[in-house]
């Protein structure tokens, strides 16, 4: 097949096709890779630092929220996490075999599984945490803190009209 064939209805194989979108769906197109670009290189940032306490992000996520929030489900957990209860389930295994937190049945319903710290395991984000919440801020150093503010309220209306309107079926 040649690379400049085309049916009449799309261009050829060796041309980019045309634009066809609104200037409205043009900015949102925009927005997304914009948004996208910027999570991906923030988080291999992320990662990169991460990796230094000899951690991956999603265990350096429960360990952080269980720190800070204290003994969670792992259901809770997830939701925290933004993760699957597979994912959690597979995050702990690896943390539980380092010895940084450990899984317990809840008392008043042996069905919940809940996930605490360690003494290992809170000596450890106590002492990478401050490290950790530095970084975040270096990198954030290119806005301004009203930027920085204006940009997490903007992203949290955005999830939220998303969470709202669009995964719940009304579209």
Same mark, same amino acid.
């Given at each position: #097949?040649?690379?400049? @064939?085309?049916?009449? /209805? *799309?261009?050829?194989?060796? $041309?980019?096709?045309?634009?066809?979108? =609104?200037? !409205? $769906?043009?900015?949102?197109?925009? %927005?997304?890779?914009?948004?996208?670009?910027?999570?991906? =290189?923030?988080? &291999?940032?992320?990662?990169?630092?991460? $990796?230094?306490?000899? +951690?991956?992000?999603?265990?350096?996520?429960?360990?952080?929220? +269980?720190?800070?929030?204290?003994?969670?489900? +792992?259901?809770?957990?997830?939701? &925290? %996490? +933004?993760? *699957?209860?597979?994912?959690? *389930?597979?995050? #702990?295994? @690896?943390?539980?075999?380092?010895?940084?937190?450990?899984?317990? /049945? @809840?008392?008043?319903?042996?069905?919940?599984?809940?996930?605490?710290? =360690?003494?290992?395991?809170?000596?450890?984000?106590? /002492?990478?945490?401050?490290?950790?919440?530095?970084?975040?801020?270096?990198?954030?150093?290119?806005?301004?803190?009203?930027?920085?503010?204006? #940009? /997490?309220? %903007?992203? &949290? *209306? %955005?999830?939220?009209?998303?969470?709202? @309107? !669009?995964?719940?079926?009304?579209?």
């Amino acid at each position: #097949m040649s690379g400049g @064939r085309s049916d009449g /209805r *799309t261009p050829p194989l060796d $041309q980019p096709a045309p634009r066809q979108w =609104t200037n !409205d $769906q043009g900015r949102a197109l925009s %927005l997304w890779i914009a948004l996208a670009r910027c999570y991906a =290189t923030f988080g &291999k940032a992320i990662a990169l630092k991460v $990796q230094e306490y000899g +951690l991956t992000v999603p265990q350096f996520g429960a360990l952080e929220a +269980l720190y800070h929030l204290g003994p969670l489900s +792992l259901g809770e957990l997830a939701d &925290k %996490l +933004l993760v *699957t209860g597979g994912n959690v *389930t597979y995050v #702990m295994d @690896r943390l539980e075999a380092q010895g940084f937190v450990y899984r317990y /049945r @809840r008392q008043d319903d042996r069905r919940v599984v809940e996930a605490k710290l =360690t003494e290992e395991g809170r000596s450890l984000v106590a /002492r990478v945490f401050p490290e950790h919440a530095e970084y975040v801020e270096h990198l954030c150093r290119h806005l301004e803190p009203d930027e920085q503010e204006e #940009m /997490r309220r %903007l992203l &949290k *209306t %955005l999830g939220k009209g998303i969470s709202a @309107r !669009d995964l719940a079926g009304d579209r």
